[in-house]
Structure formats: structure tokens, C-alpha cells
């Protein structure tokens, strides 16, 4: 995973450097998708226990943050309860929080944020709330 703003960071998250996530600039999920698309990438994808601690480590103070999982299928989002990845890579990986994804309250949730609840894991949420948001380019 190359986390963008940043050189050369590889898998392991050997090298670390907190101005690859945006955590300060607070965006849609789109918005951020967006973002990240003009940077050459998408919002990062996930695929194992080591990416997910390395992701949590950029995000300082862990805010919650926009992560390209998403439910239906970019740009759509139509699809319910069928996740996907903006960057196209399998959705092989989740680390949801206890009871979600929950589309709560009874309202569709499709995109997924990290950094949710005491373990800092994920939440399905409505893609409108402005949050913090990381890149990844994969290759
Ligand atoms: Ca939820």
C-alpha cells in the first residue's frame, strides 16, 4: 500500500508520515473519494490486520475517517449490503465494530469510516458527514 503524500510506503508501514492522511481537511466520502482520485488514487483499501494498524497509525488521535469501502459500487452506491472498494480490489477484509454494519436507525449507511467506537474498527455511515479521510494508491 503506498499511502499518498508520501514516497515509498510499503505494506509493512515501516515508514511512517502522518501528512499522508487528511486529517485536518474534513470531507464527504465522496468529496474525499474525489480527492483522492485527483491525487492519483483512491481512499485506501484494507486487506489485513497489518494494513488496518498501519492506516491507524497516520491517523493521529484517530478521528473518524473515510476509507474507500463502500456499499453498491462507486459511483453508485445502490446496491445494498454489497461492499465493494473504490480502488477495485476484493473486499476480502473488514474489521466492523460490534453490531455494525447496521444502516442505523433504519437509514442506509454505504459508505465505511475507521477509527469507530473503544477499538477503533468500522462503521457503515451515511456518506454526507464530513470526516477525515486517508489515500492509497496500490500497484
Ligand atoms: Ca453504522
Not at 30 to 46: I, K
Request: hydrophobic share 25%; aromatic share 8%.
Amino acid at each position: 500500500m503506498h499511502v499518498l503524500g508520501h514516497t515509498d510506503v510499503i505494506r509493512d508501514g515501516s515508514s511512517l508520515d502522518p501528512a499522508a492522511s487528511d486529517l485536518k481537511r474534513l470531507r464527504s466520502w465522496t468529496e474525499a473519494e474525489r480527492h483522492c482520485q485527483s491525487l492519483g488514487g483512491h481512499l485506501a483499501s484494507v486487506h489485513s490486520w497489518k494494513e488496518s494498524r498501519f492506516l491507524e497509525t497516520l491517523t493521529v488521535g484517530s478521528p473518524l475517517t473515510w476509507i474507500g469501502g463502500n456499499d453498491g459500487g462507486w459511483p453508485e452506491l445502490t446496491k445494498d449490503r454489497s461492499w465493494s472498494w473504490t480502488d477495485g480490489s476484493g473486499f476480502n477484509y473488514h474489521e466492523w465494530d460490534e453490531g455494525e454494519p447496521n444502516n442505523y436507525n433504519g437509514v442506509r449507511e454505504p459508505c465505511i469510516q475507521m477509527n469507530a467506537g473503544d477499538q477503533h474498527r468500522w462503521n457503515d455511515d451515511v456518506c454526507e458527514k464530513n470526516c477525515a479521510s486517508v489515500c492509497s494508491r496500490n500497484h
